[in-house]
């Protein structure tokens, strides 16, 4: 589209259909929450008070989230959140995953490398700001160029004024932009994780489901002056019953939903981008399998990517049912023609935002065409080793410096530096023998890949991938923290210089996944934020902030209540209990993955087994909202969120409260096993004391 318009009068007029909104759908940011529906809905006053504490009580922790329950600096989230730091502390000989931590005293809390913590301080709308940029006339690719350039000005001035991290979030496919601001901790402790068979009880065959028994929990603590977090922000623990009907509310950083992508978008993640992943993830999960079986420093090794790998292909497959149901099609397609139609009706309306459903469904087919490659070589999925990660940002990083802030990638701008600086010398252990394998595997997929206009030859030569992989892996000097910090302070030169032939792989393919990159961001990103924004911008202006905006890994709260739900004509309860844990693991004749570990069957008798472990409630949630909290009407802590139930998936397009439902771990049950398992005392003091 030619001409850029930031503002659509036709909104008046464009008739929305009840399937956009539903129920208790929304995970909405905390500047613009639905107090109109609160109030009528479940006679809740969502005051500035209440909502400011529960957002600066919650914690963005890395891709997902968790909160503060103690003035001392005290984090929850679930075990899985916590699965890599907690699998990067243990050791051959210490596999904490396997035993479980408890540390008493401040003095034994383990020490996180590499990991950072953040809290959303406050929220700016930038949107005009943002949007004013754009001048008639201008292409899609250069009004996108234009809204870059302002970001990247607002985040560095953010940054330089107040010393925070700050982030410019696209809202509503471009129709708003938001200013955030976090308080950024990087000295993280670990205090307690239980052991992973009852942090993951039930396994793959019971993830994605209800009911559930698990205690997917873990504790950390943030330092500061390394001396324990002072906060005045923390969620007191609950001090009432939960039962079922009751107003709950999930604070978190949902990842990504579709809801208001035009029906092409949809069309291109069900027809391209889902049959790739999903194939993608059927053949690491494979690998990871096989690499499992070699031996149990293998199946250590291995666990925590193979977790990951088989939660993330029962998800996708899970978003790509939604996608081929020819019902919710329908109703995807029904919804955009009419609004199609009511923009048609006006010839003023038709002229300047008419195209748009049209541009954006050519975007698809350009980047259908060269998606596979953009996966595989500006993504990586063609090298995956956590050391051509390093040696791609150590490249990109020497080479983007010598630019503007405003024309360098975004990951590299001054906002993002120190984040990805510390990644890039954390010490945290890595197995070479893992990488050797992963890598040759990545290799091998390339190798493989039909019709590829990627010139593997030009990459790993004739030999075989196993091969290649050995040899760049064995030979780097990446894995070296004080090396990559060298790189880091020499600059351009040295990375240019180098003999590392990791470096070297990754400075020969950079020019073409550059090139990827930036066609992408062009032919692609460009139109559907631009063109995207006429598209949503009708809903937004008809309905105001009753629409919710999409999930983008960023702070937002959902609601809903405590309530279970019929399945196959089959009452499925609220809450599970202890009991029913036992009997699930006895029924299984507890074999793996419903096995429990030694100190439940041993304090089985000390247990209240009527007490609550998991239970469920209609919050919107998405991945990404592991380790939320939930918090009652009186802002106090009830649960923490760590799954959602098989029916959920497809809401990542449309959302129903009949069914959807949001997993947790109850509050009475974390303290239960606190106290009469783990003899955690210490533990459970603080957090109650806390009240």
């Known amino acids: 589209m030619k001409s850029p318009v930031k503002l659509l009068p036709c909104v008046l007029i464009v008739l929305i259909s009840a399937s956009l909104f539903c129920g208790d ?20 006053n969502a005051d500035s ?10 914690v963005r922790f890395g891709g997902a989230s968790g909160s503060f329950v103690s003035r001392r600096g005290l984090v929850i989230t679930n075990h899985h959140v916590g699965r890599a730091v907690i699998q990067n502390l243990s050791t051959k000989e210490r596999d904490l995953m396997k035993m479980g931590f408890f540390a008493p005293t401040g003095a034994e809390e383990l020490k996180c490398p590499g990991v950072e913590l953040s809290v959303l301080q406050d929220i700016e709308d930038v949107t005009e700001k943002v949007l004013n940029v754009e001048k008639p006339g201008m292409t899609s690719a250069e009004a996108a160029a234009a809204r870059e350039k302002t970001i990247a000005d ?13 982030a410019v979030v696209n809202l509503y496919s471009g129709g708003m932009y938001h200013l955030y601001r976090y308080k950024v901790y990087t000295d993280v402790r670990l205090v307690f994780a239980p052991e992973f068979m009852i942090a993951k009880f039930g396994g793959d065959p019971d993830n994605f489901c209800f009911p559930r028994y698990a205690l997917d929990i873990c504790f950390f603590r ?55 992943f999903i194939q993608s993830y059927h053949r690491r999960r494979a690998l990871l399998q096989a690499y499992s079986g070699r031996g149990s420093e293998e199946t250590r090794v291995a666990l925590t990517a193979l977790l990951g790998i088989e939660n993330s292909l029962k998800a996708m497959t899970g978003y790509q049912s939604g996608l081929l149901d020819k019902n919710l099609m329908k109703t995807k397609a029904q919804d955009e023609r009419q609004l199609r139609e009511a923009v048609e009706k006006d010839p003023d309306l038709d002229r300047t935002c008419g195209k748009a459903w049209d541009e954006i469904a050519e975007a698809q087919k350009k980047h259908a065409s060269f998606f596979r490659a953009y996966q595989y070589l500006e993504k990586g999925l063609a090298f995956n080793s956590i050391y051509f990660g390093y040696a791609r940002n150590l490249v990109r990083l020497t080479q983007e410096s010598k630019k503007p802030n405003e024309e360098r990638l975004r990951e590299f701008r001054d906002a993002n530096i120190a984040s990805l600086t510390r990644t890039l010398l954390s010490p945290a252990p890595i197995d070479d023998d893992f990488e050797i394998a992963k890598l040759a595997d990545s290799l091998a997929a390339l190798s493989e890949e039909p019709g590829s206009r990627i010139d593997v030859q030009r990459i790993i030569g004739d030999r075989p991938p196993d091969e290649v992989a050995r040899e760049l ?15 880091v302070d020499q600059g351009l030169e040295a990375v240019d210089r180098s003999a590392d032939p990791m470096i070297k792989l990754a400075l020969l393919v950079d020019p073409q996944s550059r090139a990827l990159r930036a066609r992408y961001e062009q032919e692609v990103e460009a139109v559907e934020v631009v063109d995207g924004a006429h598209v949503t911008r009708a809903l937004f202006k008809l309905r105001g902030t009753s629409i919710p905006p999409d999930a983008t890994s960023t702070p937002r709260f959902s609601f809903g209540i405590v309530k279970g739900y019929v399945e196959n004509g089959t009452r499925v309860p609220f809450q599970t209990t202890f009991a029913g844990l036992f009997e699930r693991s006895r029924k299984f004749d507890e074999r793996p993955p419903f096995d429990l570990p030694a100190s439940f069957k041993t304090r089985k008798s000390a247990l209240r087994l009527d007490l609550p472990l998991n239970f469920v409630a209609t919050c919107d949630s998405i991945g990404g909202n592991s380790g939320s909290p939930v918090v009652n009407r009186e802002g106090e802590f009830v649960g923490i969120l760590f799954d959602g139930n098989i029916q959920s998936l497809p809401a990542r397009f449309v959302y129903s409260d009949e069914l959807n439902r949001s997993v947790m771990v109850h509050f009475q049950g974390i303290i239960e096993a606190l106290r009469k398992v783990y003899d955690a005392g210490p533990l459970v003091d603080e957090i109650q004391g806390a009240r």
């Not at 759908?25 to 809740?44: A, V």
């Not at 008070?49 to 919650?58: A, D, I, K, Y």
């Not at 079922?244 to 993640?269: C, H, I, K, M, W």
């Open 473 to 487: 892996v064995l030979n780097t000097t990446l894995k070296d923290p004080e090396v990559r910090k060298r790189y």
């Open 25 to 44: 759908e929304g995970m909405w940011t905390f500047n613009l929450p639905p107090k109109s529906i609160l109030k009528s809905r479940y006679n809740f």
């Open 222 to 276: 943030v330092y500061e002056n390394n001396k324990p977090l002072s906060t005045p922000h923390y969620l007191k623990w609950g001090a009432r019953d939960l039962k079922e009907g009751d107003l709950v509310f999930a604070s978190g950083n949902p990842g990504s939903t579709g809801r208001l992508l035009t029906y092409s978008q949809l069309e291109f993640l069900r027809d391209v981008n889902y049959p790739f």
């Open 154 to 166: 607002l985040e560095e001035d953010c940054l330089g004024r107040l010393g925070l991290k700050c």
């Open 49 to 58: 008070e209440w909502l400011t504490h529960l957002q600066l009580s919650s």
